[in-house]
């Protein structure tokens, strides 16, 4: 099957078109950007039990990963750095490789219930302090690293993709047996899963058990 084409004349290649499309940035918007955390910025993230972490490769690859753990998991150090502990996965590392490849991220604090988020860009290094990390633990697990993050800019972003989205409308829950498990998936993606329902429940109740023995 080949691939969707766009016709050169309708794409935006720089920013002077861009911005001709929009209209002037408004007067906060601009004023918005802070260069350090300020008291709404660390009382959001105190709250926040996840947030997405953008990071790139060395070739400009992009990736997000989602972070979450009990609510103030990360930890504000001064006005200009934060750290978030990193929790066992799957071992692709894919954020961390990045991260020591270039050290420019992104951050999207989300708090349960709240339209609004929190956005923080930055430079991260990996680090292994003790002292740090050990204030990091949960239910005995200390993580093996932090990313420390030094903040260059930090801002609240509106309400408006949140509120389109319904997010947090019960009402719009969708029901997730309506499609198949996460096991599933990937097995199709890969290997294949197997026809046996039996046998795909097994991997299905497998999976869960090493979510709760493996969580921290």
């Given at each position: 099957m080949s691939g969707f084409e766009v016709d050169p004349e309708f794409v935006i290649a720089d920013e002077e078109a861009?911005?001709?499309?929009?209209?002037?940035?408004?007067?906060?918007?601009?004023?918005?950007?802070?260069?350090?955390?300020?008291?709404?910025?660390?009382?959001?993230?105190?709250?926040?039990?996840?947030?997405?972490?953008?990071?790139?490769?060395?070739?400009?690859?992009?990736?997000?990963?989602?972070?979450?753990?009990?609510?103030?998991?990360?930890?504000?150090?001064?006005?200009?750095?934060?750290?978030?502990?990193?929790?066992?996965?799957?071992?692709?590392?894919?954020?961390l490789a990045n991260i020591v490849a270039n050290?420019?991220?992104?951050?999207?604090?989300?708090?349960?219930?709240?339209?609004?988020?929190?956005?923080?860009?930055?430079?991260?290094?990996?680090v292994r302090d003790p002292a740090l990390l050990e204030h990091m633990s949960v239910n005995g697990r200390t993580p093996k690293l932090a990313i420390m993050v030094e903040v260059d800019e930090v801002f609240m972003h509106c309400a408006k993709a949140f509120r389109r989205s319904e997010l947090w409308n019960p009402d719009r829950f969708q029901d997730r047996a309506e499609m198949p498990s996460l096991s599933k998936i990937i097995l199709d993606q890969t290997i294949g899963a197997p026809d046996d329902e039996a046998e795909m429940r097994k991997i299905d109740d497998d999976l869960e058990d090493t979510y709760r023995q493996t969580m921290y």
């Open positions: 861009l911005r001709s499309l929009f209209g002037k940035v408004g007067t906060l918007a601009s004023a918005k950007s802070l260069n350090a955390l300020d008291k709404h910025a660390r009382e959001f993230i105190g709250r926040s039990p996840f947030l997405c972490l953008g990071t790139q490769n060395s070739d400009g690859r992009a990736d997000v990963s989602p972070r979450g753990d009990p609510a103030g998991f990360v930890k504000v150090l001064d006005e200009r750095t934060l750290a978030i502990p990193d929790r066992p996965g799957n071992n692709r590392l894919d954020s050290p420019n991220v992104g951050i999207l604090f989300i708090v349960p219930g709240f339209d609004d988020t929190l956005r923080v860009n930055g430079r991260a290094r990996l």
